[in-house]
């Protein structure tokens, strides 16, 4: 058998090199770890009335690199690129009299502004590949557009609700989680809409079905403000139980979910900030509360009349 050897080491290093070749096209430059096909955290989430609001898929496409929540007046302030449904009018020049006198996409007369980081498709070149928040931030790729928003707001599991306040502002999600080596603010949620109530905080494979992303926010506010310097501070997440912690009252919880349909084997990785390398544990979204007074009383009247 000694003769053969030398032959067996060139097919082995053949296969290497075809093995590793795949994984370039479907990884590209990121860790093949990042993605998976089994979804290994369940949701748990308590049975409470709900409201939806429908927003749209972003058709007109309003995309931008600032963000109004963390970074009010700074063009490119996020550096990576943002989706945005609600509100028309969303960018980092945005103050509350602006988003109050703008269009939106929501019915009702919703003029909330909900965004999170664009999807790309990985193995082509974006349109924006040499434009900041896009390439000049690393982030490259073909923005995916969603197949599905859906825009709900829940009650409280154990009390009734009070409004939000106008102009609220909030966070969820760490979009630092990789550089925070994933810490308690990492609430990034990647599932498969064939297998509901699973999820993961890594890339899930789901061949022909849809991949989802889902954003909950807290919903205890300290009664006083609409913003902290955190931008979490004035709003946290329930205790176990579904009650708000001490010295915090339960407002509506706003869910947001997204879908997309990713071509099975096609590489996808969302925008990040560049240190962050596009990992899928720095998923995040914002959300501004412009609903007219009249919308959030009749929401909250829905919520505490269905518990």
């Known amino acids: 058998m000694a003769p053969n050897k030398p032959m067996t080491l060139v097919v082995a290093a053949v296969?290497?090199?075809?093995?590793?070749?795949?994984?370039?096209?479907?990884?590209g430059t990121y860790n093949a770890d990042q993605y998976v096909s089994e979804l290994d955290q369940v949701l748990t989430e308590p049975d409470t009335p709900s409201v939806v609001i429908q927003c749209g898929t972003n058709e007109e496409r309003h995309l931008n690199a600032d963000n109004p929540v963390v970074s009010p007046g700074i063009p490119f302030g996020a550096h990576h690129t943002h989706e945005y449904v609600g509100n028309k009018s969303a960018d980092a020049r945005s103050t509350n009299a602006s988003l109050a006198a703008a269009p939106t996409t929501c019915e009702k007369g919703d003029l909330s502004t909900y965004y999170w980081p664009v999807l790309r498709l990985t193995d082509r070149a974006g349109h924006d590949a040499h434009a900041d928040g896009g390439g000049l931030h690393g982030n490259t790729g073909e923005v995916l557009k969603p197949k599905s928003v859906e825009i709900r707001y829940d009650g409280n599991p154990v009390s009734g609700?009070?409004?939000?306040?106008?102009?609220?502002?909030?966070?969820?999600?760490?979009?630092?989680?990789?550089?925070?080596?994933h810490g308690p603010n990492t609430r990034a949620r990647w599932g498969c809409a064939d297998k509901p109530g699973r999820y993961t905080t890594k890339y899930p494979l789901c061949g022909n079905a849809t991949t989802v992303r889902s954003y909950d926010f807290g919903s205890c506010w300290d009664g006083n403000n609409t913003d902290s310097a955190s931008h979490r501070t004035h709003v946290v997440f329930p205790l176990v139980s579904g009650a708000c912690p001490p010295k915090t009252f339960p407002i509506p919880r706003l869910h947001v979910t997204v879908g997309y349909d990713i071509p099975a084997g096609r590489p996808f990785a969302i925008d990040s900030f560049p240190e962050e390398m596009r990992d899928p544990a720095t998923d995040h979204a914002m959300f501004i509360n412009v609903m007219p007074e009249a919308l959030m009383s009749e929401v909250v009247r829905q919520l505490n009349r269905s518990r």
């Open 15 to 27: 296969v290497v090199l075809v093995i590793g070749a795949s994984a370039a096209v479907l990884y």
């Open 161 to 181: 609700v009070l409004p939000m306040p106008r102009f609220l502002r909030l966070i969820t999600g760490d979009p630092s989680a990789f550089t925070n080596d």
